[in-house]
T-cell receptor, first 113, second 111 residues
Framework: GAGVSQTPSNKVTEKGKYVELRCDPI?????LYWYRQSLGQGPEFLIY????????DSGLPNDRFFAVRPEGSVSTLKIQRTERGDSAVYLC???????????FGPGTRLTVL | AQTVTQSQPEMSVQEAETVTLSCTYD???????LFWYKQPPSRQMILVIR??????QNATENRFSVNFQKAAKSFSLKISDSQLGDTAMYFC????????FGAGTRLTVKP
């Protein structure tokens, strides 16, 4: 079956703009995770969903970041008033139940000019 | 704080040889999972091997095996019979849901 998909693969925006990043998990996976990977570093946990609810959002850096998963499948990571420091690859992963192996998408590379 | 340390930023190995990547971590939890992920230039994170912290036996997966020392909080990855396709970034990670990753080791397999 299809793996985790993320759109867009690349996003360039200007400082101060609003962006949305989308993640389509593997069908049937109940848990969904967002990570941020800055250049030369490992992924950094942002938030994870169990079903529709955010079970742990302790990794969100500030209130400019928000994520939703309204129907328990697709998730959208929203970033308001983007800053240059938000530039990174945003990775999404999903798993069947927790804790369990997380399957990663290819990521969205966000560049804030 | 939960942290993961990979002390080898870069390593290289000759094809068909064996290489070991090191990883240490710090946590106050007693039950957790440990993982090694591979990230080639395509950016896709691929699970290499996983280990449940409550299991004494070290996990193996074909050419990949781990040396898990729970008391020392050490979780190294051994790659036997290295292949050119093993060239990638390797990340050690642990956790239950909110996984913590190390900074990675760039492994190059030389022909």
């Amino acid at each position: 079956g299809a793996g985790v998909s993320q759109t867009p693969s690349n996003k360039v925006t200007e400082k101060g703009k609003y962006v949305e990043l989308r993640c389509d998990p593997i069908s049937g996976h109940t848990a969904l995770y967002w990570y941020r990977q800055s250049l030369g570093q490992g992924p950094e946990f942002l938030i994870y969903f169990q079903g529709t609810g955010a079970a742990d959002d302790s990794g969100l850096p500030n209130d400019r970041f928000f994520a939703v998963r309204p129907e328990g499948s697709v998730s959208t990571l929203k970033i308001q008033r983007t800053e240059r420091g938000d530039s990174a690859v945003y990775l999404c992963a999903s798993s069947f139940g927790t804790p369990n192996e997380q399957f990663f998408g290819p990521g969205t590379r966000l560049t804030v000019l | 704080a939960q942290t993961v340390t990979q002390s080898q930023p870069e390593m290289s190995v000759q094809e068909a040889e064996t290489v070991t990547l090191s990883c240490t971590y710090d946590t106050s939890e007693s039950n957790y999972y440990l993982f090694w992920y591979k990230q080639p230039p395509s950016r896709q994170m691929i699970l290499v091997i996983r280990q449940e912290a409550y299991k004494q036996q070290n996990a193996t997966e074909n050419r990949f095996s781990v040396n898990f020392q729970k008391a020392a909080k050490s979780f190294s990855l051994k790659i036997s019979d290295s292949q050119l396709g093993d060239t990638a970034m390797y990340f050690c990670a642990f956790g239950n849901n909110d996984m913590r990753f190390g900074a990675g080791t760039r492994l190059t397999v030389k022909p």
